[in-house]
């Protein structure tokens, strides 16, 4: 079982919202569609799932070209961020309400009910209707009644946006495990870097309606191809500055020299964009070879047991992350710290020119 965009694409009213893409997604896989607001990633499932026809391309499921099937044709399930249930049928209504559409026998849809049911933790409650559960649990309903379709293809457009922040704890917890059991192919939307980290399987990272990288999730993110999708796959985004190579030593603008080797050290010399994550960012020195950065601190927030740090660094605007709540004052300078190991070098066209010697390690 695959789904196969060849070089699709999607113009509307003169915009372009996706430029040709070809992406191959294989049965039993959870892929992570990663992009900020706007980046293509509900236009790419809206081409996937048949409700939109591209300008360019064809899509293919099972070596089979259904580009201009409609989507009531295929086997595709869908669950959007704002979930919908049959407020006036109970949790067993609703979750058989897709089979009872395709003739299934009432056997048949008993089982499937209350096999899926079982497995969205839904059971006890099969008699209520959705206005009597928790957010969490109307939410575990939509996903039963798009499991319960047996479809070869699962479409979430950013299902957990809208629950609170415990419950969207507990369902990313959940998710991979429910659908490790289902064997469909499985696409899941989310602007959010760490949740894609959590479901795990194959992310694709988006921006401005391209997939930038398409693999196993933590490969993506340990070695981004190219600055954008280093800066997609970081919340906040990555912090870059210029550097220079020379020899086996990297030159800042400060006149610090931080000494290399390996891919770094075999790079041609010349200028290069450092870039490095908010949360590789210390306010101590983490070891004898930190480089230190001086910065002006402009804004702190804190998150509970954290504070991100907005600093300028001589022009360049930086966001730390760091543990513990500091007493910090707006405007004054301050030194910023970085562990060489973090450090990822990126070529004068963005594209990745070493990685950081800890993602490479890994």
Known sequence: MTLILEGVSKVVSGQTHIHKTDLTLQKGT???????????????????????????????????????????????????????????????????????????????????????????????????????????????????????????????????????????EELRAEIPKIFAEAGSIFVYATTEPEEALLLGGNTATLWEGRITQFGLTPDVYRRPVDATTARVFSD????????TKSGAALRFGEGQSLAIAGDMAALPDGDYTAGFRPNHLALEAQGADAIGFSAKLRVTEITGSETFIHLDHHGDRWVGLIHGIRDLSIGKPLTAYLDPKHLYLFSATGALAAAATYAAAA
Request: charged share 20%; net charge positive; proline share 6%.
């Open 236 to 243: 906040p985004p990555m912090n870059f500055l210029r550097v």
């Open 30 to 168: 959870m892929n992570v569609l990663l992009g900020p607001t706007l980046s293509g990633k509900t236009s790419i499932m809206r081409l996937m799932a048949g409700l939109d026809v591209p300008n360019t391309g064809k899509v293919w499921w099972n070596g089979k070209d259904v580009t201009g099937m409609r989507v009531q044709d295929r086997r595709v399930a869908m669950v959007y961020q704002q979930f919908i249930n049959y407020p006036s049928m109970t949790v067993y209504d609703n979750i058989a309400s897709p089979m009872k559409l395709l003739g299934k026998s009432t056997a048949e849809i008993d089982a499937a009910v209350r096999k899926t049911a079982d497995l969205m933790q839904l059971s006890p409650m099969l008699d209520r209707k959705p206005l009597e559960l928790s957010g969490g649990q109307q939410q575990r309903c939509a996903l039963a009644r798009a499991l319960v379709k047996d479809a070869g293809l699962v479409l979430l457009d950013e299902p957990l946006a809208n629950l609170d922040y415990k419950l969207r």
